[in-house]
């Protein structure tokens, strides 16, 4: 059979002429000029029935009128074309920009359980050969280890209560990366549970902190593949759960602390392999790569957070002030003979005052001058310390 070549704007015509039909019976192809619908495609070269599906055996005629040819310029059965002011507006592209080809990774596939999430983590998985995990809410049966952890002071249960809950080998990452994963489960399955801070400002007045996946700070590592390959290629790495283990369970006199803080940035598979690495070295010179490394691969959660005293009021905040001072003075003045004059020990005790102190009593004089002169006196900013334990998951 002659196929006519399709023109441009003549598709409509090109079915009419060249559509073909089985007759439903013995698959004998037929041709009809007329336009009708067409039936399932058959594959090139396959004439096993059972690949296609069965045409209706009398197929609809698509349209009553005798000449199909529309008049020049009518616009009969078909829809106006509306070009709208939306349409004209030039598209965003959402897509990013990367240095090097080798930075682009394919996008994984979902996980197939309903119940588990993926996360990136602060180091975006450099260190590791996956980029990225799979993570699930805590059951009851995983706080049982951290409830035992905490009475029994012994962190492998909370590593291993948070490794239950990921799909991948939990002593294997970075410090940064896990101290992460005990916000993440202490911000995501407890949802009614919020976690609250409970800290007292400078001036003696109690606060609450809301911790939430709003103002958890992160500190994303910054350094590329390719760059942390190449300290890789030195024979450094980062220190993971495991060494931190290490230090959990023996004590360590000073100067095994000093090594073995160094030895844990050296690829090796025992701390023994570790530390003759360490010692093969003749100069500092492992010291000075060690110390650079460590500063460009800094990671994890920013534990400290600006804060303001939300319960501050400037006449009961110069009182308290004045019982800190008050209290300080009383038990300097136990260490020394009672004759001592007055003004001797206030001056001693002015001299002994840490920075802290100092600067909190100056400002004391200067609220009592904006209470003196009826002026707004605003507290000042506070940096408050945030921590993460086996106690945190019972709230």
Known sequence: MNITPVKPGS?????????????????????????????????????????????PLNPPVSSNITNPQLPKGSTIGVEPLVVTEE????????????????????????????????????????????????????????????????????FSLIVDAIGATVNIDIRQLTMGDFTFLMYWHRINSYPKSPYIIEWTSRYGNANKYTVNGTNLIINEMKLTQLEFDTYSGMGLCLPTVKDLEVLQTIRLTPDQQYIYNLAQFIKGDSIKEKIEILDSFEDLSIQEYIKE?????????????????????????????????????????????????????IRLFQLNMTPQQKDLFEELEIMRYHLEQGKTYLPREEELTLTVNALSFFP
């Open 293 to 345: 490394f460590r500063e460009k691969t800094e990671h994890g959660v920013i534990e400290t957070v600006k804060v303001i005293d939300n319960n501050f009021d400037l006449n009961i905040s110069i009182a308290n002030i004045q019982k800190q001072q008050d209290n300080q003075l009383i038990m300097f003045k136990s260490r020394f003979k009672q004759n001592m004059q007055e003004s001797e020990l």
């Open 11 to 55: 598709i409509n015509a090109a079915l009419e002429k060249h559509t073909v039909w089985e007759d439903g019976n013995d698959g004998t192809i037929i041709s009809n000029t007329q336009p009708r619908t067409p039936s399932a495609v058959r594959i090139p070269g396959q004439h096993n029935k059972q690949n296609m599906v069965q045409p």
């Open 87 to 154: 349409q004209h507006k030039p598209k965003v592209d959402h897509r990013v920009e990367v240095d090097n080809l080798e930075d682009i990774k394919y996008v994984k596939a979902q996980s197939k359980n309903p119940n588990n999430i993926r996360e990136s983590l602060p180091s975006h998985c450099l260190p590791y050969d996956f980029d990225d995990i799979e993570i699930r809410q805590f059951k009851a049966r995983d706080l049982s280890k951290i409830y035992r952890s905490a009475i029994d002071e012994n």
